[in-house]
């Protein structure tokens, strides 16, 4: 994610969550955020919870996001010496200098009200803890299309069908890892599936509202069913993959269970009886250590999911 | 009827692979379902698409850590060794490139991109106390790593934590650790684990990692079972059962056979880089002597001082090891009174109370209440007064360093200590604020690990240590990897005093402060076989009966050490240069050994080119 795309992403969040900016610059962000993006984002779980317990009214805190702190540093550098020279004679300018010296930059606004800087640049704490208040409000959605026109008879009604729309992450991990994500859409009406769904979707403005003049089609498919077949799907997809990773890593598996057998066993051959439990632990857990390793696996999760109500019948 | 899936499936994806489906999602889409929401937003839901598009892996190969880092641009050998690490050795590998490459950088890049991969959450990093709050800040503002120093107890619960192996290994921490499943093990100065009986190692052994760097300048000094140990604590059996290796490899204990196998051997478990020769791109090193008249007073006191050591000495009936103290008063004379004062008040303590030698004392401590003003202090004051810059000077006394930080106070110029015996958080907190706002800082000590002060390029040295090595350790944490300006080192020199000799013997009679580095232990190790410098001189001092006597002996232990430098290694156990006075080592010998290992090291490494930043 470059710069601007992470502003975007903010911006986002913000209008999502109901937080406000309140000044903002390519470079730069202030944010005042709502109550739900403080307890997302400010890791002040005791003040929310004397809030929720006394009923006060919480202060939410503002945020100063930069997301390129080269462009900001340079501009408040500007700004501090425009503001510098306009206000403060020859003389004043020297007194402030021995007092900087002496005491160090003392910023005009301290007694304010503290704005927090945030440095936002990819794999930034503060980006990754957006991402995962993204994570954990953006999970599970029902949501409705918005029809397209609006029918000009008030009593004609449109069919929609519901879908169930699941994002997953493939991962396929040894002591490496690779991953790929697949978004798929299955008919509820009839067992249709659709791969790049999630693209689908993004094409299409959606409310959680049920639509007036909407009809829904009889569901032929249950959730379970729609289930077996995505996975179904995927595993058929997964089957075709190049497994040349998984052959590497099963051989370097085998490699160095052999190193660890040949040396445990020298030893235990020629360990006194008393030593040789202790040993053959030490071997074992060994043993478990370079499986955790290296064992070929694949794993299959959910980033998230919904069910989706979309125009037509398909 | 629904199917009700509860437990997630799993199946053979492969002959060797499994595949694990998670159905968590699945159960909770359907309780939401049941009780009709709650339901979250759709913006938010996209949000999260999008945040894990950006992080996903894409390739098994293609380092991924790099894109996480804001600021660090690490070095090719670095971010090389990292791919070799994650891709050639698995994950477990010792790092041992020279002192001064970047073996931290190194461990952060592999930390990092396991974590970047999903591959590690729960991290150990195991380090000498002195390191802990360096580790923890070098992960966190260069990685971009939530490390946390142990304290307490539950401090252990979070997923990277770094710790000392000492409170590590100790109950109730013990048992704790040895519990839990880490999926990185990190030890720096790993060098320290190289015997197998202590319980440092055996605690190592025990712990449960997946991955694992040891980090180490020197995985071998004097016997090549150190290494040996310290591969099996990573890979057991990797150069084959205990007995196997000492005879394929080892011959009489020291020196290594079929050395090209063991190499390879080696370089599958190890990375060393080193530094190319003559490619060291380090900014310069730019000296200064600056010769100083002391006042009368002063020397008054030098010279009361002189005799009154010349006078024990002869007592001693030429006893060099009970003098060495003595000396130090002649040293600390041209260094400030405080510090004589010190000496001399513990001495009068140590002394008989019917002893003469008391009221000599008595008689050297009112030549020292005659001393008003300190000609050393006033010059380092004008030379901090000449720069804006920060300057750190360096003195071998504790009282000195108190004079100096009340010397500099009085002038208004902030001024900060730093020493051995400050605790680690101390010492951190005191780095700081020579970073920050301090001018100047006074140290005594200037090794122990982990003084980086490459914002710093003006050195004093208000006195100098006589062990040469601790002058090069003083540059050495101005004068490193990082610095970006030429470092100006300033000796203080007191003319007609045995600091004049000092001086003069590390400056100009064996270069000592333009000389490579990395290159000088090596010298003085072979130099030092049987008495260390300090003795030498300490001894030279005391015999000599004039002041030409004094030089003579110096310039004799200054060309002696020239010999030794010019001898390059490679010839050492072949013919000398007839006129050197140093035995060739012999087989077996010290130098002997270590330099078989060396080369076994050297043919283990890779060159690699380093430009200052």
């Not at chain 2, 009154?308 to 040293?331: D, I, K």
Request: aromatic fraction near 8%; charge should be negative.
């Amino acid at each position: 994610m470059n710069d601007k795309q992470i502003q975007r992403f903010v911006s986002r969040y913000v209008d999502a969550t109901g937080s406000r900016i309140v000044e903002k610059s390519p470079a730069h962000m202030t944010v005042k955020l709502s109550p739900a993006a403080d307890r997302e984002l400010t890791n002040r779980p005791y003040y929310w919870s004397y809030v929720d317990r006394a009923g006060v009214e919480p202060e939410t805190m503002t945020y100063l996001f930069v997301t390129d702190s080269k462009r900001y540093d340079e501009q408040q550098l500007r700004q501090a010496e425009a503001e510098a020279s306009a206000e403060l004679g020859a003389l004043d300018q020297a007194a402030h200098d021995a007092l900087s010296r002496s005491i160090g930059f003392v910023h005009g606004a301290i007694n304010g009200v503290r704005t927090p800087r945030e440095d936002l640049y990819f794999g930034s704490r503060k980006l990754d803890q957006l991402f995962e208040a993204a994570r954990v409000g953006g999970s599970y959605v029902y949501l409705f299309q918005e029809p397209e026109r609006r029918s000009l008879n008030p009593f004609d009604s449109i069919a929609y069908t519901a879908w169930l729309g699941v994002n997953l992450r493939v991962e396929f991990a040894c002591d490496m890892k690779r991953e790929e994500i697949h978004s798929y859409g299955i008919s509820l009406a009839t067992g249709n599936i659709q791969e790049n769904f999630h693209e689908r979707l993004s094409s299409l403005r959606l409310t959680p509202k049920l639509p007036a003049n909407v009809h829904t089609a009889r569901n032929g498919f249950t959730l379970a069913r729609a289930l077996a077949t995505v996975e179904a799907h995927l595993e058929k997809k997964l089957r075709g993959a190049d497994f040349s990773w998984a052959e590497g890593a099963a051989r370097r598996l085998e490699e160095e269970l052999a190193i660890l057998a040949h040396y445990y066993e020298k030893m235990l051959e020629s360990a006194e009886d008393e030593h040789k439990d202790a040993i053959a632990a030490q071997y074992e857990t060994k043993r478990q250590e370079i499986r955790w390793q290296y064992e070929p696996r694949v794993t299959v999760s959910a980033i998230n999911c919904g069910v989706f109500h979309l125009e037509g019948i398909d | 009827m629904t199917r009700t899936v509860k437990e997630g499936g799993a199946g053979r994806l492969h002959p060797l692979v499994d595949l694990r489906m998670d159905r968590a999602w699945f159960e909770e889409l359907q309780s939401r379902i049941d009780r009709n929401g709650p339901w979250d937003d759709w913006t938010l839901y996209q949000l999260a698409m999008e945040a894990e598009h950006s992080r996903r892996i894409e390739s098994f190969e293609e380092l991924q850590c790099v894109r996480f880092l804001n600021g660090l641009e690490p070095m090719k050998h670095q971010t090389d060794t990292a791919v070799r690490v994650l891709h050639d050795m698995g994950g477990r590998a010792i790092l041992a490139d020279e002192v001064g490459l970047g073996k931290t950088i190194e461990a952060g890049l592999i930390l990092k991109e396991y974590m970047v991969r999903g591959l590690v959450r729960k991290a150990l990093i195991l380090v000498p106390a002195s390191l802990v709050l360096q580790w923890v800040r070098e992960l966190n503002t260069k990685f971009g790593i939530t490390a946390i120093a142990q304290k307490r107890a539950h401090t252990w619960n979070y997923d990277v934590v770094v710790a000392s192996i000492d409170t590590a290994k100790r109950d109730p921490h013990r048992e704790l650790l040895l519990g839990t499943d880490y999926d990185m093990l990190i030890i720096d100065e790993a060098h320290k684990l190289k015997n197998k009986k202590t319980t440092n190692y055996q605690f190592i052994t025990q712990l449960r990692k997946k991955y694992c760097l040891l980090l180490t300048a020197t995985p071998v000094q004097n016997d090549l079972e150190e290494l040996y140990n310290l591969i099996t604590l990573l890979k057991p059996g990797q150069l084959g059962g205990h007995g196997e290796f000492a005879s394929n490899f080892v011959v009489g204990k020291r020196t290594p056979k079929n050395e090209g196998q063991l190499q390879e051997a080696l370089s599958s478990v190890m990375i060393r880089n080193r530094r190319g020769e003559g490619d060291v791109k380090f900014t310069k090193r730019i000296v200064r002597n600056i010769p100083l008249q002391l006042s009368t007073e002063e020397m008054n006191l030098y010279e009361a001082v002189t005799t009154f050591v010349r006078e024990r000495y002869e007592e001693s009936g030429g006893n060099l090891t009970s003098m060495l103290s003595m000396v130090t008063l002649q040293r600390e004379v041209c260094s400030s009174r405080d510090s004589v004062f010190l000496t001399l008040v513990n001495l009068f303590k140590k002394t008989a109370e019917d002893s003469p030698v008391r009221g000599k004392i008595w008689e050297l401590i009112e030549v020292i209440k005659q001393i008003k003003s300190n000609t050393k202090a006033e010059k380092a004051m004008e030379l901090v007064r000449e720069s804006d810059g920060k300057v750190i000077i360096f003195t071998e006394y504790r009282a000195t360093q108190e004079y100096l930080l009340q010397y500099f106070r009085g002038s208004d110029i902030t001024a900060v200590p730093y020493r051995g015996g400050m605790g680690r958080g101390k010492k951190d907190w005191m780095m700081d604020l020579f970073r920050g706002r301090a001018q100047v800082m006074i140290a005594t000590e200037a090794g122990g690990e982990g003084i980086n002060l490459q914002f710093c390029s003006r050195i004093i040295n208000f006195d100098l240590p006589w062990n040469p090595m601790r002058v090069e350790q003083r540059i050495g944490r101005v004068h490193r990897l990082g610095q970006t300006e030429d470092v100006q080192i300033y000796n203080l020199c007191t003319l007609g005093t045995i600091e004049e000799h000092i001086v003069n013997l590390l400056h100009e009679k064996i270069n000592m402060f333009e000389s490579v580095i990395g290159e000088l232990d090596h010298i003085l190790e072979r130099f030092e076989q049987e008495e260390t410098m300090e003795q030498r001189l300490a001894r030279v001092l005391l015999e000599a009966r004039d002041e030409k006597d004094l030089t003579q002996g110096i310039e004799h232990l200054g060309h002696s050490i020239r010999k030794y430098a010019e001898q390059p290694a490679e010839t050492e156990n072949t013919a000398m240069p007839e006129e050197a006075e140093a035995p060739a080592p012999r087989r077996g010998s010290r130098a002997a050994r270590r330099h078989a290992i060396n080369r076994l090291l050297d043919g283990a490494s890779t060159i690699v080119e380093v430009d200052s930043p």
